[in-house]
Protein backbone atom coordinates (compact mmCIF):
# COMPACT_ATOMS: atom_id res chain seq x y z
CA UNK A 1 0.00 0.00 0.00
CA UNK A 2 1.17 3.54 -0.53
CA UNK A 3 -0.22 6.28 0.50
CA UNK A 4 0.55 9.98 -1.43
CA UNK A 5 0.77 13.30 -0.11
CA UNK A 6 0.75 16.58 -2.44
CA UNK A 7 2.23 19.98 -1.24
CA UNK A 8 3.71 22.96 -2.62
CA UNK A 9 0.72 24.45 -4.81
CA UNK A 10 -0.44 28.18 -4.57
CA UNK A 11 -1.21 31.30 -6.37
CA UNK A 12 1.70 32.74 -9.02
CA UNK A 13 1.75 35.07 -11.21
CA UNK A 14 2.31 34.01 -14.98
CA UNK A 15 5.48 33.49 -15.77
CA UNK A 16 6.28 32.29 -12.52
CA UNK A 17 7.69 28.79 -10.64
CA UNK A 18 6.25 26.48 -8.44
CA UNK A 19 7.87 22.99 -7.23
CA UNK A 20 5.40 20.61 -6.43
CA UNK A 21 6.28 17.51 -4.05
CA UNK A 22 4.52 14.19 -3.32
CA UNK A 23 5.57 12.78 -0.32
CA UNK A 24 4.94 8.66 0.06
CA UNK A 25 4.18 6.20 2.51
CA UNK A 26 4.97 2.75 2.50
CA UNK A 27 7.80 0.41 1.14
CA UNK A 28 7.12 0.15 -2.69
CA UNK A 29 7.34 3.35 -3.80
CA UNK A 30 11.27 3.20 -4.56
CA UNK A 31 9.70 0.37 -7.31
CA UNK A 32 6.84 2.68 -8.31
CA UNK A 33 6.67 4.61 -11.14
CA UNK A 34 4.64 7.93 -10.76
CA UNK A 35 2.73 10.47 -12.21
CA UNK A 36 1.43 13.95 -11.88
CA UNK A 37 -2.49 14.73 -13.25
CA UNK A 38 -4.19 17.70 -13.03
CA UNK A 39 -8.03 18.41 -13.57
CA UNK A 40 -9.60 22.19 -14.09
CA UNK A 41 -12.68 23.22 -13.42
CA UNK A 42 -15.39 21.72 -15.50
CA UNK A 43 -12.98 19.54 -17.26
CA UNK A 44 -11.13 15.83 -16.95
CA UNK A 45 -8.70 15.04 -14.92
CA UNK A 46 -5.23 15.42 -17.92
CA UNK A 47 -1.95 13.57 -17.48
CA UNK A 48 1.13 15.90 -17.20
CA UNK A 49 4.07 13.76 -16.63
CA UNK A 50 5.24 10.35 -15.49
CA UNK A 51 8.53 9.06 -14.59
CA UNK A 52 9.50 5.36 -13.85
CA UNK A 53 10.91 3.80 -10.51
CA UNK A 54 14.44 4.87 -10.90
CA UNK A 55 14.14 8.13 -12.69
CA UNK A 56 15.54 6.82 -15.64
CA UNK A 57 12.65 7.30 -18.15
CA UNK A 58 10.38 10.43 -18.27
CA UNK A 59 7.45 11.39 -20.49
CA UNK A 60 5.20 14.91 -20.77
CA UNK A 61 2.37 16.03 -21.87
CA UNK A 62 2.69 18.19 -25.11
CA UNK A 63 1.38 21.27 -23.37
CA UNK A 64 3.86 21.15 -20.80
CA UNK A 65 6.98 19.67 -22.27
CA UNK A 66 9.97 21.98 -21.98
CA UNK A 67 8.27 23.97 -19.20
CA UNK A 68 7.72 20.92 -16.59
CA UNK A 69 10.38 18.93 -14.94
CA UNK A 70 9.17 15.37 -12.99
CA UNK A 71 11.71 13.91 -10.80
CA UNK A 72 12.20 11.65 -7.79
CA UNK A 73 14.31 11.13 -4.69
CA UNK A 74 13.74 7.39 -3.71
CA UNK A 75 15.38 7.65 -0.53
CA UNK A 76 13.52 10.48 0.98
CA UNK A 77 10.26 8.66 -0.95
CA UNK A 78 9.31 11.66 -2.24
CA UNK A 79 8.06 12.79 -6.14
CA UNK A 80 8.57 16.38 -7.58
CA UNK A 81 7.03 18.15 -9.80
CA UNK A 82 9.33 21.61 -11.04
CA UNK A 83 6.89 23.81 -13.31
CA UNK A 84 8.16 26.98 -14.38
CA UNK A 85 6.94 29.55 -17.43
CA UNK A 86 3.70 29.01 -15.90
CA UNK A 87 0.82 30.03 -17.74
CA UNK A 88 -2.87 31.05 -16.42
CA UNK A 89 -4.08 27.65 -18.86
CA UNK A 90 -2.20 25.48 -15.84
CA UNK A 91 -4.44 26.20 -13.18
CA UNK A 92 -6.23 23.19 -11.64
CA UNK A 93 -5.78 20.94 -9.17
CA UNK A 94 -2.47 18.72 -9.04
CA UNK A 95 -2.66 15.31 -8.34
CA UNK A 96 0.22 12.65 -8.12
CA UNK A 97 -0.09 9.19 -8.74
CA UNK A 98 1.70 5.94 -8.38
CA UNK A 99 1.48 2.45 -9.71
CA UNK A 100 2.40 -1.01 -8.83
CA UNK A 101 4.20 -1.33 -12.15
CA UNK A 102 7.64 0.36 -12.96
CA UNK A 103 7.40 1.59 -16.13
CA UNK A 104 5.70 4.82 -17.28
CA UNK A 105 2.02 5.51 -18.34
CA UNK A 106 0.49 8.28 -19.49
CA UNK A 107 -3.33 6.65 -18.58
CA UNK A 108 -5.01 7.35 -15.47
CA UNK A 109 -6.10 4.35 -15.37
CA UNK A 110 -2.74 2.49 -14.93
CA UNK A 111 -2.74 4.16 -11.36
CA UNK A 112 -3.41 2.41 -8.15
CA UNK A 113 -2.97 5.36 -5.58
CA UNK A 114 -3.68 8.60 -5.44
CA UNK A 115 -3.37 11.74 -3.68
CA UNK A 116 -5.55 14.35 -2.34
CA UNK A 117 -4.31 16.72 -4.43
CA UNK A 118 -2.68 20.81 -4.09
CA UNK A 119 -4.43 23.68 -6.10
CA UNK A 120 -2.11 25.63 -8.48
CA UNK A 121 -3.47 28.87 -9.38
CA UNK A 122 -1.33 31.03 -12.02
CA UNK A 123 -2.75 34.73 -12.15
CA UNK A 124 -2.37 36.68 -15.88
Known amino acids: QVQLVESGGGLVQGGGSLRLSCAASGRTFSSSAMGWFRQAPGKEREFVAT????????YYADSVKGRFTISRDNAKNTGYLQMNSLKPDDTAVYYC?????????????????WGQGTQVTVSS
Open 51 to 58: ISWSGGST
Open 97 to 113: AARKRRSVTDSAYDYDY
